[in-house]
């Protein structure tokens, strides 16, 4: 077996190296990898490679966290899974002993082990990975592996809509139909809503919405968002219950402020790059802002949801490339044209 990692070298230069082959250690399984998607903050690496260049000289950056393969290898302690399953894997490892583990939010624990970042910026694309038998999951019959490397980011969806109570009877906004809204959208569909409203300024996202269960969509460019929410037609002075920000912009959290409920909860999913000023006076009235990060036992859910066709996450590729066109793909990514065609783009590594 040959195997080869594409390696960032510079900012916006990929380059395919020759690396060994990794043994599992006792409780890891060795995978052939797959398929890998490409994060945002994959994409954003890629751009300006804020990692770049390294502490360490020696030390070489890979991305992809999104991943899904094929067990080639065990450790000797694995009992899960065999040579031949098709697997995919949670890229964030806790350390089980700190306290937030402890309180059962390991997705929060400051000494994660995640893929693609520091300490050892270990990224998914590259032909094969080990990992941990604990943080792998079986893809069930009739998952494809492509499905199967989407589980990530549709987990910080579904992890958002656990936390923020999506359910039957609840209102609910999602401001910001990237990836994340989208997949936030079919969280909380699978959870039974069904009064769901997204909101963005691409019109193609806005037409995928509705095909993956919005009961409607606003186009932010074209009509004044929360003047159409606050309108007595939807829900006038009584507002929204639960409102995602998933565009990461002060605009859309300052949105989400003028249209949720008394009572209600804004969840914010999206990445604040900067302060964002809030006026408490508008939710003085016992309204919920919660951060939402990653995702904490989610996995199995969000396996179950896609397997079961309550989530559609292959509806969501709008753009697959080889390996060895890796270059390519996040060059376009990054293409002010093409990357508004491109929903959610995904490397085929295996051949
Ligand atoms: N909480 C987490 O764990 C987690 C995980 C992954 C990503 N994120 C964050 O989630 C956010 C979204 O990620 P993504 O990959 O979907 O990004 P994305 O760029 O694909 O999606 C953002 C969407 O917001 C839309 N948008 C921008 N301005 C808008 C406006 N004024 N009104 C309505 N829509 C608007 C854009 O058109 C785009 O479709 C980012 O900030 C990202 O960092 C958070």
Redesign the pocket.
Known sequence: MNNSEAILVTPKQFEIQECEVPQPKDNEILMKVEYVGM???DIHGFEFGPFIPPKDPNQKIGLGHEVAGEVVGIGANVTKFKVGDKVLIEPSVPDESTVYSKHGHYNICPSVDMLATQPHYKGALTQYMTHPEAWTYHIPEGMSTLEGALVE?AA?GM??AVLGGAMLGKSIVI????????MTLQACVSLGATDITV????QK?LDLALKLGAKRVIN?KEED?VAVLRSPELYGDQGVDLVFE????A??TN?AIQIVARGGKIMM?????KPVPIDFLKINREVTIQ?????CNNFPQTIEAIASGKFHVKDMVTNIYDYKDVQKAFTEAIDPVKKADM?KGVIKVAE
């Not at 401001?175 to 989208?182: E, P, R, Y």
């Not at 951060?291 to 995702?295: A, C, L, N």
Request: proline share 2%.
């Open positions: 994060c945002g903050s980011p910080v992890h958002a401001l910001g139909g990237g990836t994340i809204g989208l909101v963005d300024v691409l996202r932010g968002t998933c565009a990461g912009s605009f859309t949105q999913v999206g990445t604040q790059s951060t939402s990060f990653r995702y929903i």
